[in-house]
């Protein structure tokens, strides 16, 4: 089936303490990107990647760090995560690029800070 | 930069009314392009449509429509005879040419139909 999944689907930790959120597609997807919704803010965009090696910043990317080591695989890092950082997280994927494609959604990731 | 305005918060409607959801959207670009997604009360991230900027065409699919309108800005969405499997928040996204593959949504509407 073909998917994105992130793991995990909920989180709670400490702040300072450091965190990754794995997402991995199954699709053979060029594209990966990361947001985080927040009530009355929408989803906000973090980091996307067009290809192996390859990251650019979205709208709200301090306090974040990603990596593209692999197509399939585009983790999601906070080196030292703060209680302005507990979100809904949403990886999603396209075959070739935003604008060309539709967006396959994972399932979310939950992060509370305290 | 681009943005994307859903100014509608929440909106409540009764089953079988029609409901318009409202997307006004700002870029200095030509080409650009429009997107609407729905996240019902699992959670999860749908995508319904895409349009281009040089595609002005009005799409129907089922009970779901979409008006692009350049002049004011707007890609709005409606529903016809809504049902309570509706209720959902929609987001509104855009992406510009010059942006390269920044996607920025809108805050969302969160849409509750009641039987």
């Known amino acids: 089936e073909a998917q994105v999944t992130q793991n995990p689907r909920y989180l709670i930790t400490v702040t300072g303490k450091k965190l990754t959120v794995t997402c991995s597609q199954n699709m053979n997807h060029e594209y990966m990107s990361w947001y985080r919704q927040d009530p009355g803010l929408g989803l906000r965009q973090i980091y996307y990647?067009?290809?192996?090696?390859?990251?650019d910043k979205g709208d709200v990317p301090e306090g974040y760090k990603v990596s593209r080591k692999e197509k399939r695989n585009f983790p999601l890092i906070l080196e030292s995560p703060s209680p302005n950082q507990t979100s809904l997280y949403f990886c999603?994927?396209?075959?070739?690029?935003?604008?060309?494609?539709?967006?396959?959604f994972g399932s979310g990731t939950q992060l509370s800070v305290l | 930069a681009q943005k994307v305005t859903q100014a509608q918060t929440e909106i409540s409607v009764v089953e079988k009314e029609d409901v318009t959801l409202d997307c006004v959207y700002e870029?200095?670009?030509?080409?650009?392009?429009l997107f609407w997604y729905k996240q019902p009360p699992s959670g999860e991230l749908v995508f319904l449509i895409r349009r281009n900027s040089f595609d002005e065409q009005n799409e129907i699919s089922g009970r779901y429509s979409w008006n692009f309108q350049k002049s004011t800005s707007s890609f709005n969405f409606t529903i016809t005879a809504s049902q309570v499997v509706d209720s959902a928040v929609y987001f509104c996204?855009?992406?510009?040419?010059?942006?390269?593959?920044?996607?920025?949504f809108g805050t969302g509407t969160r849409l509750a139909v009641r039987p």
């Open positions: 990647s067009m290809n192996v090696e390859v990251t």
């Open positions: 996204a855009l992406s510009a040419e010059s942006s390269g593959d920044k996607l920025t």
């Open positions: 870029t200095r670009d030509t080409t650009y392009y």
């Open positions: 999603a994927s396209s075959l070739g690029g935003v604008t060309n494609e539709k967006l396959f």
